[in-house]
Structures are given as structure tokens and as C-alpha cells.
């Protein structure tokens, strides 16, 4: 048997074993890994459900828009394009739909809690394709809206990211979408990390602030690895009004052919499954779960001594000490508990030094884990790092 094999169940002991707190991770359903591997994989469906350039897609198109159905109705848009390859892909069809090369736009900084597809300068797409402008968050490590709003008023960007990967906190929809408003950018809003959040009710939706929705669906969507485009009421009327025509077929143009080819056919209809669990009751349950489980492991920590950003969410940024989070997380990892190294907000580290770890609840709260475990885990945590 092909040594592959051997790895994979290593690995699936490994993930069974150990305490997963990266945030960002997840554990798929037997259904939704099921249809992952199975024989979509073998089709090509280069275009949309209808209107395909190969022959042989009759179930192929019924699969896509069950998806993009389903999708609709969990977020509220009118438009979901369900092709990017995952959250990075979905954030570049955006710029590529809506901007030219060179114009400006707006994120949070990564080293506050961005993402590198917002405008990261020097090294990214986002970052050297388009004049890239960036906000930050306080000494508490909430953002500054104030000092947005300002900074927009001044810069004028044709398009603002809201959200990230590392941000603790609820995020005020209404006032990005006032600041938006105030230069007429897009405004949008990338909820890779708390789509699970806001698909089980316990974080208010974007959708009537925002002119489009992108999002990852492996994190606290626990869906499969992959990404939408979701266009709003509030979009179609922004690119109405703004004399750019029909935003749903702009995007769409901008993922196929704009950037990709055919789509993974068996991610797609592993995310319809996904999103029919994640309209179910049982799931309201978990995404409240995963938030009181992460509001448990915070105050452990605190009441340990230890400075904790969070949590309004299902993660939350550790202060290990001046550049010693890469260490921290080593530490952990050999205690068996995976988490990530990361900046914490007004870093004395560096990024390859950060003094920073990134903590969160989705997986394990998944595999059943409560307060009482949060808690143990917690004690156990804060023992490494004040030792
Ligand atoms: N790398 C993802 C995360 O862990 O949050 C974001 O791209």
C-alpha cells in the first residue's frame, strides 16, 4: 500500500489525540468527508450550472445549485458564487471584479489581526497590485474606528475589508459601512474566521451593512476546505449606483475565467452539505458553544495572570511575553496542545518573533469538549507560559 496511507492514519490518530486550538481548524462531519472523496473529483465543469464548456454535467449543474440555494438562504444574498478554492482566491476575485491595478484600498494590518489578502504591502497581491492603505486596533486591541474613519476620509480608498484572522472582538458592521458610505467604496466583509458564528445566530450578520460577503468554510462553518462570494441587496444597488453594472455577473466573470478554471466539484457539494448542517438546530447550539467555551479558556488565563485579548468570538490572542510566542507554542505542542504562534496588537516582537499565541475553541468544542475542559486546559496553558 502507497506509504500515503500510513501518513494519513498517523495523522488522523494525531488529530484524534491531540487538543486543537488553532482557531482557524476544524473537524468535517463523516458526510461532508465523504463527499469529498468521492467521484466528483473526476469531473470537469469549466463555467456555471447551464452554461458549462464540457458536455456531461447535467447532475454537476443540479449539485452547484443546490449549493448556491442553500448558501443564499444561510447568509440572506442575493447572489453566492461557491467556485473560489478557498478564502485567498475569493478575496482576489473581488479586487479583480471591482478594481483596476493601482487603485486604492483599505484593510486592517495583519500584524493587528488583517489577513495578508487585505492589502498586506510589499510581498502580496493585494499589497502590490493596488495602493494599499492600512488601519490598526488600540492598546486594547479593538479597532479604532475613529481613526478609520479619519484615515478614509483622507485617502478616499474605492474599496474597505472588514474583518480578519486574528481579531477577538464583534465587529461594527454599521459603522464600516457609514465609513464606507462617506467615500462611496465597496465595503466588504471577509468572515473566513465567524461564518459558523453568524450562520448559528450568536454574531450579527453583515448582510444589510456590507456590499458583499467573502468567506472561507472550514473554520467555525466546519465545512469543507473552500470558499464563497456572496453579493448583497446593498451591493447590487452600490455597483448600480456607481455605473458598473450587474455586481453578481462581475463576480462571477472575475472567478471564472478572471482567475480560475474548473471548479472542485466535490468541495462544492461537500459545502451544500455543510450548509445544511449548519442550518440546523444542533449547529445555533455549537456556535454557541464555541463562544462560551472560548470566554471560559479566557478568563482561566486571566484569572492565571496572564494578558488575554478576547473574547467576543471563538478565539483570542495570548501575551507570552516579548518575542517569546513562537516558544510558547513549541512548548505547548510537545504537551500535546496546538496552537499558533502570533503578533499580539502593539507587538515588541517581531513576526518571526512574535510574543503572541492564537487560541480557540471550534474544533474542540466539536469533539464535545465544555466549560470544565476549557477550563482544565486553560490551567494547563497558563502553567507553560508562566513557568
Ligand atoms: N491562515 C488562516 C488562519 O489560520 O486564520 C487565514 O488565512
Redesign the pocket.
Known amino acids: 500500500m502507497d506509504k500515503i496511507f500510513d501518513l494519513i492514519s498517523q495523522e488522523d490518530k494525531y488529530q484524534q489525540e491531540a487538543i486543537r486550538l488553532i482557531p ?1 481548524e476544524n473537524f468535517i462531519s463523516e458526510e461532508v468527508k465523504k463527499v469529498l472523496g468521492s467521484n466528483l473529483s473526476n469531473k470537469y465543469a469549466e463555467g456555471y450550472p447551464g452554461r458549462r464548456y464540457y458536455q456531461g454535467n447535467k447532475y454537476i449543474d443540479e449539485i452547484e445549485n443546490l449549493a448556491i440555494e442553500r448558501g443564499k438562504k444561510l447568509f440572506r444574498v442575493e447572489h453566492m458564487n461557491v467556485q473560489a478554492y478557498s ?1 485567498s482566491p475569493a478575496n482576489l476575485a473581488v479586487l479583480l471584479a471591482l478594481l483596476k491595478p493601482g487603485d486604492k484600498i483599505c484593510g486592517m494590518r495583519l500584524a493587528d489581526g488583517g ?1 495578508l489578502t487585505h492589502g498586506h504591502p510589499g510581498i502580496t497581491f493585494s499589497g502590490k497590485y493596488f495602493e494599499s492603505i492600512q488601519y490598526g486596533v488600540n492598546q486594547e486591541g479593538v479597532i479604532d474606528y475613529e481613526a478609520v474613519a479619519e484615515m478614509v476620509n483622507k485617502e478616499k480608498p474605492k474599496l474597505i475589508f472588514c474583518g480578519g ?1 486574528a481579531y477577538p472582538w464583534k465587529i461594527n458592521w454599521q459603522r464600516f459601512s457609514e465609513i464606507a458610505s462617506s467615500v462611496n467604496a465597496y465595503l466588504i466583509a471577509d468572515i473566513a ?1 465567524i461564518a459558523g458564528l453568524i450562520a448559528g445566530g450568536v454574531h450579527e450578520s453583515p448582510v444589510n451593512y456590507v456590499d458583499i460577503i467573502t468567506s472561507t468554510t472550514h473554520k467555525t462553518l466546519r465545512g469543507p476546505r473552500g470558499a464563497f462570494i456572496g453579493v448583497t441587496k446593498r451591493g447590487i444597488k452600490t455597483a448600480e449606483m456607481k455605473g458598473d453594472g450587474e455586481l453578481n455577473k462581475k463576480i462571477d466573470k472575475a472567478v471564472f475565467p478572471g482567475l480560475q478554471g474548473g471548479p472542485h466539484m466535490n468541495a462544492i457539494a461537500a459545502m451544500a452539505v455543510a450548509f445544511g448542517e449548519a442550518s440546523r438546530p444542533e449547529f445555533k447550539k455549537y456556535a454557541q458553544a464555541v463562544v462560551e467555551n472560548a470566554q471560559v479558556l479566557a478568563e482561566t488565563l486571566k484569572a492565571a495572570g496572564i494578558r488575554v485579548f478576547g473574547t467576543e468570538n471563538h478565539l483570542m490572542l495570548v501575551d507570552c511575553g516579548v518575542g517569546r510566542g513562537k516558544e510558547m507554542a513549541v512548548k505547548l505542542e510537545n504537551e500535546g496542545i496546538i496552537v499558533n504562534a502570533n503578533m499580539i496588537p502593539r507587538d515588541q516582537g517581531s513576526p518571526m518573533k512574535p510574543s503572541g499565541i492564537r487560541v480557540g475553541s471550534p474544533a474542540m468544542t466539536t469533539k464535545g469538549w465544555g466549560k470544565k475542559e476549557f477550563e482544565e486546559v486553560g490551567k494547563r496553558i497558563a502553567k507553560v507560559i508562566n513557568s
Open positions: 482557524s478564502g489577513h484572522s474566521h
